[in-house]
């Protein structure tokens, strides 16, 4: 080992010389931190990736991945430990993960909203919150009896009961929601009265947990017991009262899409990190003061959200993991020796099960919760997580729990939270969508068309609302018809990070109005304001009822949640918006590749039509009013069930008073049928007749009669021709409506169009392509409802 300039040992120093002068760098500070960061990284992400399609939350390989490099596996060499752990390196990597926790506790308390926790808690969920608690804490004490009569001999009664009965009581409030996720059932009920239930149960448990502390001291008096008490609840109060006004203040001088002042960020961490000094002086633990400065710091607007997206990164991927290999290395389970160690093994699991699940079925059943929902609240309430290797690890370092029972109490955590996901699973099935028998109109075209139009429009992000509310004026008809109801669609995405605070707030909205018309806040101009004003303008000013809703989801999975809601609604046509925007020079640029996958999947799943809304500023930035709607439509008409969806949809446009449409009969030049016909039989489009006795009603009864329709032949032979037609029509035009796969002779020829999105078809990719056709007209594609 080398040693530095002033004689002290190398083992001391933050950095070495390097290899080249002799240097061993894993005998110093910085690099061996930074192989402990990696080497845990890369182990926690491997377990998880493996565990990842058995559903199970990412804190279980956290904390296999650090049992895996302590003692009970890799540890048990002790030339890696010496090399890798070593024990002068403990007191850094200790430091290291309990400033990540003080964070990741900061964060916790982020995730909890008291105002939404007392005013949202419904009776069942407190109800079963509190026998979610009693009941286990109860045999976790009975449990405590059977260990301190065995294995943990000489600790002291009081302080080991109630870590017991916590340890046995507590429901991870995150890896729940992270599980719930998983499992799609945040928006259920069962979701929801799980959340509150554990929101309940969280707090409560930190509670006790502080009791705990106060009672393990080393001083035997109790007076300082009672001391550190009332100083924790003087901490509370002051932070309470004195806190929120400032964190209030730098909020509302936060305006949502622009950057967060850097001092304010600063202002926080840094009041954390005193706070953690603070509650570490009473002779609490530092963790209580980080988590009551979450707790009090406002939610609402976009300075909740920066100090989430600044901080939850770095903490949860680098530094959080180095605290599961800290508890890993005190985690032996060489201890458990003998048939007495792995009975009481079982005991603790079994008591732990018992207590949550066997407590939460029954005070459901009394709730009147139906027996499967409560089987699976008994399951989802007995998770455990990180929370619980908190309090383990608390104890351990304050002498209350010794190395075998902290081994048993790890490894219950794990068998609890492991088995929450199959469990659940296997009793507990959401009812899946069936065809309503009264689902009459799953398209626009329809016999009566004076029956009440139910339209779902899909947005995600405030650039499709312009658009979109102008197609919603388009679509309103006439006085005579029952009316258009909208039900809009708002598409949040549910991201795989851990924190909570994004995803269970707002998921608990999923399929409920984003707004509320009774309350709003006005003081923060955020992107959901921006779209509530603008949904509330569009119902006042126009005949039209919107009904707004809101789906959080994972990308992969939000089109089930799209096809979920307009069965459940029973709408005519889901409209979604394209995933690309145009630029200047008319060229496109991808806003969210993502939603394509989404746009093809709603295509291929929905119980109704389906249309894509290509928009280059339909109708301007902002919504027009009725009165000043001045719009040209042209629908480009081949053959075939979606241009007949697409005509019916066009139709229904016209009747507005401010637009005009011209419906244009593509058909083959009479000398060139022959040629056609040899490319494709006419026995291949057995919807030609239907086309013909639709558009002879169109000519007949509806062009005749509205000067604002006008229909007009084309004859084409080849693409060329076509796109000179369109051409044509394109100058002036405000909107194309065309069907997404064309039929008929004609059509043939649009096969030599290069698709780049084949979800649009060949028509649409025709009137998007800057190549082929210069436009500034916006394109509705209308996929017909097609059985699946």
């Not at 309430?381 to 990180?386: A, P, Q, V, Y």
């Not at 990308?555 to 630029?583: G, W």
């Amino acid at each position: 080992m080398g040693s530095n300039s002033t004689g002290c040992p190398a083992g001391m120093k933050a950095t070495s010389n390097g290899v080249f002068q002799g240097d061993n760098p894993l005998d110093y500070a910085l690099p061996l931190a930074i192989l402990q960061i990696c080497m845990v990284v890369l182990l926690t992400r491997l377990l998880a990736f493996l565990l990842k399609p058995i559903r199970q939350p990412r804190v279980i390989a956290e904390i296999v991945g650090g049992i895996l490099l302590g003692p009970s596996a890799l540890g048990r060499s002790t030339a890696f430990l010496n090399a890798v752990f070593p024990s002068k390196s403990l007191t850094v990597l200790d430091t290291l993960a309990n400033i990540g926790l003080l964070f990741f506790m900061f964060l916790v308390g982020l995730e909890l909203d008291p105002k939404s926790l007392i005013s949202k808690t419904g009776k069942k969920a407190l109800a079963i919150a509190l026998a979610g608690i009693t009941f286990p804490f109860v045999l976790g004490i009975g449990t405590s009896f059977a260990l301190r009569a065995t294995i943990s001999e000489g600790v002291d009664k009081a302080p080991f009961f109630v870590f017991m009965g916590v340890a046995l009581s507590i429901t991870a409030f995150p890896v729940l929601a992270r599980i719930l996720a998983e499992l799609r059932l945040l928006t259920t009920d069962v979701g929801r009265m799980a959340m509150s239930a554990a929101a309940v149960n969280d707090v409560a448990a930190w509670i006790l947990l502080a009791l705990a502390i106060a009672l393990s001291g080393s001083n035997s008096s109790p007076l300082v017991s009672v001391w550190v008490l009332l100083s924790g609840c003087a901490f509370v109060i002051c932070c309470a009262l004195v806190l929120p006004p400032i964190f209030k203040w730098m909020s509302q001088r936060c305006s949502e899409g622009e950057a967060v002042n850097e001092s304010y960020v600063c202002a926080t961490l840094a009041t954390v990190l005193a706070a953690g000094f603070v509650t570490d002086t009473i002779g609490i633990h530092a963790l209580f003061g980080a988590f009551v400065v979450g707790v009090v710091l406002p939610k609402e607007g976009p300075f909740a959200a920066a100090l989430v997206e600044k901080v939850e990164d770095l903490v949860s991927g680098l530094f959080l993991p180095l605290y599961f290999v800290s508890s890993g290395l005190k985690t032996n389970v060489a201890t458990i020796r003998g048939l007495k160690s792995w009975g009481l093994l079982l005991l603790v699991i079994f008591n732990a099960c018992f207590g949550k699940i066997v407590g939460t079925i029954v005070v459901s059943f009394l709730c009147r919760v139906p027996f499967q929902e409560s089987l699976a609240l008994g399951f989802l309430m007995n998770t455990k997580g990180l929370v619980e290797l908190i309090v383990l690890n608390i104890g351990k370092d304050r002498k209350v729990l010794n190395d075998q029972t902290f081994a048993i109490m790890v490894l219950m955590a794990i068998f609890t939270t492991f088995m929450t996901t199959p469990l659940v699973m296997a009793v507990y099935k959401p009812a899946k969508r069936m065809a309503k028998a009264d689902y009459k109109y799953r398209t626009i075209k329809r016999k009566n068309q004076d029956t009440q139009l139910r339209l779902m429009v899909c947005f995600h992000s405030t650039r499709n609302i312009p658009s979109m509310l102008n197609l919603i004026e388009a679509s309103r008809g006439t006085e005579k018809r029952e009316g258009l109801c909208i039900y809009a669609l708002h598409l949040m995405e549910l991201t795989e990070r851990p924190s909570a605070i994004l995803m269970v707030h707002k998921t608990r909205k999923n399929g409920l109005p984003f707004w509320n018309k009774g309350r709003r806040h006005n003081n923060n101009h955020s992107d959901a304001n921006q779209i509530v004003i603008a949904f509330e303008a569009m119902e006042q000013l126009s005949r039209v009822s919107i009904r707004p809703m809101t789906a959080i989801s994972s990308i992969p999975n939000i089109h089930d949640d799209i096809c979920a809601c307009a069965e459940s609604k029973r709408v005519a046509m889901v409209i979604l918006p394209f995933h690309k925007h145009p630029r200047v020079d008319g060229t496109w640029e991808t806003t969210r590749s993502e939603f394509r996958c989404v746009n093809k999947r709603v295509l291929e799943h929905a119980p109704c039509s389906v249309g894509i809304l290509v928009d280059r500023g339909l109708g301007g930035t902002t919504h027009v009013a009725a009165s000043n709607v001045s719009s040209s439509m042209t629908m480009l008409f081949f053959g075939g069930n979606d241009d007949q969806e697409a005509l019916a949809y066009a139709l229904r446009m016209a009747e507005h008073p401010g637009i005009n449409l011209t419906i244009v009969h593509l058909i083959v030049r009479s000398e060139d049928v022959g040629d056609i016909v040899s490319v494709v039989d006419i026995n291949d489009n057995p919807s030609s007749s239907t086309d013909e006795m639709l558009l002879s009603e169109v000519k007949a009864n509806i062009c005749g009669k509205s000067s604002s329709i006008k229909f007009e032949e084309r004859g084409v032979k080849s693409l060329g021709e076509i796109i000179e037609v369109v051409g044509e029509y394109s100058r002036g035009c405000n909107l194309f409506v065309v069907g997404r796969m064309p039929k008929g002779h004609v059509a043939v020829t649009l096969n030599n169009v290069k698709c780049e999105c084949p979800e649009l078809g060949p028509l649409c990719n025709l009137l998007t392509s800057p190549d082929l056709l210069s436009t500034s007209a916006s394109v509705l594609v209308v996929q017909h409802y097609h059985a699946l």
